[in-house]
């Protein structure tokens, strides 16, 4: 009589894929690579490659190497203007429009009343677009019957919200914080719900009050949120094109990196070689920001 042995309990026996498997898997993973490489990595790829040539998009394409960098910072007036624009754009979103859109989480989380009211008010401007953000200032900031200036009472004399290329810049960041805090508003709000409350309790236990709790038990449970807020501050900054192009095309003291690109390659110059140049510097500053960014914070959430 044959004797039979039970399975040890710890060991399962691995299920192979069958063909069927293979095929599902290869389509829901494959199609979603190639577009993916299509539609980002491809046109990334060439603008690299086209940034040392000369092309109008018709003709011969004739490789100039560092040509097209070295007349971009030497010889195009406007790039150094868009650089400190876009630097400053980052600050603004960074340093004021983020850590208000963070108080205004922790308001709301405290259960003031009228909280949903409150987060269905802040969060609206986010389903709007940049541009329709860019039009609605102009309806606000404009000389001809704006809002600001006839609150403001100054009628004889307006005051040039957008033509003034000294004021425009920063008119044009706070409408574009006017969506960005909302955003950042919801994201912190998800965040602090997941907080654990004993961990509240524990520090006031220790005798911490509200500000020592805050700084030293919530915010740093809330480090894969400052991850994603922090890589969407910095895109959103340096992505900014539509809300400036739809108020005067990027011009006139609104000059972005965005829009140097977009004149360049689509405008009627059609330099393609010399606007993926200024693509590529973009890409480069959008990297080298993020990276820094993630590579901290992954830092810090290892040696915890």
């Known amino acids: 009589m044959a004797l039979t042995f039970p399975r040890r309990a710890g060991r399962r026996r691995l299920r192979r894929f069958t063909r069927r498997d293979v ?3 290869g389509v829901l993973l494959g199609i979603p690579i190639l577009l993916d490489i299509a539609i980002v990595w491809g046109p990334t790829l060439a603008s690299v490659g086209l940034s040392f040539t000369a092309w109008d ?3 011969d394409i004739h490789w100039v190497g560092g040509e097209n960098y070295k007349n971009l910072v030497d010889n195009y007036p406007p790039f150094w203007p868009a650089v400190r624009h876009n630097i400053m754009w980052l600050l603004f979103l960074g340093l004021i429009a983020t850590p208000f859109g963070l108080f205004l989480a922790v308001l709301i989380d405290r259960g003031v009343r009228f909280s949903g009211f409150y987060q269905s008010v802040l969060y609206m401007p986010v389903v709007l677009s940049l541009a329709i953000v860019g039009f609605i200032a102009q309806l606000v900031l404009g000389t001809d019957q704006g809002a600001l200036n006839t609150i403001l009472g100054n009628h004889d004399d307006p005051i040039d919200w957008l033509g003034d290329s000294h004021l425009n810049i920063w008119m044009m960041m706070i409408a574009a914080s006017w969506r960005h805090v909302g955003y950042v508003m919801i994201l912190y709000l998800a965040g602090l719900k997941s907080v654990d409350p004993a961990l509240k ?6 005798g911490a009050n509200e500000r020592q709790t805050f700084f030293r038990v919530v915010l740093p449970t809330l480090r894969p949120v400052n991850v994603i807020v922090g890589v969407i501050t910095v895109i959103e900054a340096l992505r900014a094109f539509d809300i400036v192009y739809a108020v005067n095309k990027g011009r006139n003291g609104l000059e972005l990196l965005s829009v140097l690109i977009t004149d360049n390659i689509i405008g ?3 330099r393609i070689g010399f606007g993926s140049a200024i693509a590529v510097v973009l890409l480069t ?11 901290q914070e992954l ?6």
């Open 285 to 295: 500053v959008s990297l080298g920001f993020i990276v820094t960014f993630l590579v």
């Open 268 to 270: 009627e110059a059609s």
């Open 57 to 59: 998009g018709i003709g």
């Open 23 to 25: 095929v599902v898997l």
């Open 201 to 206: 309790e524990a520090a006031a236990i220790d």
């Open 299 to 304: 830092r810090g959430a290892r040696d915890r």
